[in-house]
């Protein structure tokens, strides 16, 4: 029986298992995978996995086996030229934690970066055009 943790407000894991329509879905989206580990999270399935030599992947699936999105850890010179312009106008003096480019189910391409500053931490998401969608501190 594979292991999941539920995540609520601390981490708790449970013996249960992922649905094989869920696995199914997953193994059929991203047949390379390895190191797959499998969480959920109010009723949406959360697996951490990677693909070749790239950095973490993360993929959500509800509980009908939808996809909902994949997030991908990248490096600055894989980031968007508006988003970068954005970064280096308003942002130039915070630090980069973590950048992800984030594919959805609707065919939306998002970015969603943690900055640091001031011991602060902060996590914007930005669309392709550079518009900040989101900043939470």
């Given at each position: 029986m594979k292991k999941i943790c539920i995540i609520i407000g601390f981490l708790s894991c449970v013996n249960t298992q992922v649905p094989d329509h869920i696995k199914s879905k997953f193994q059929l989206m991203e047949p390379s995978a390895t190191n797959a580990e499998w969480f959920i999270q109010d009723d949406i399935y959360k697996v951490y996995y990677k693909l070749?030599?790239?950095n973490r992947i993360t993929s959500y699936f509800d509980r009908q086996g939808?996809?909902?999105?994949?997030?991908?850890?990248?490096?600055?010179?894989?980031?968007?030229?508006a988003v970068l312009n954005v970064l280096e106008t308003k942002f130039n003096d915070y630090g980069i934690v973590d950048i992800e480019i984030i594919k959805t189910f609707d065919f939306k391409i998002l970015y969603e970066i943690d900055l640091i500053r001031n011991d602060k931490s902060y996590d914007i998401l930005f669309d392709t055009t550079g518009r900040i969608l989101r900043k939470k501190i």
């Amino acid at each position: 029986m594979k292991k999941i943790c539920i995540i609520i407000g601390f981490l708790s894991c449970v013996n249960t298992q992922v649905p094989d329509h869920i696995k199914s879905k997953f193994q059929l989206m991203e047949p390379s995978a390895t190191n797959a580990e499998w969480f959920i999270q109010d009723d949406i399935y959360k697996v951490y996995y990677k693909l070749d030599r790239q950095n973490r992947i993360t993929s959500y699936f509800d509980r009908q086996g939808n996809w909902l999105e994949t997030e991908t850890e990248i490096g600055l010179e894989e980031l968007n030229i508006a988003v970068l312009n954005v970064l280096e106008t308003k942002f130039n003096d915070y630090g980069i934690v973590d950048i992800e480019i984030i594919k959805t189910f609707d065919f939306k391409i998002l970015y969603e970066i943690d900055l640091i500053r001031n011991d602060k931490s902060y996590d914007i998401l930005f669309d392709t055009t550079g518009r900040i969608l989101r900043k939470k501190i």
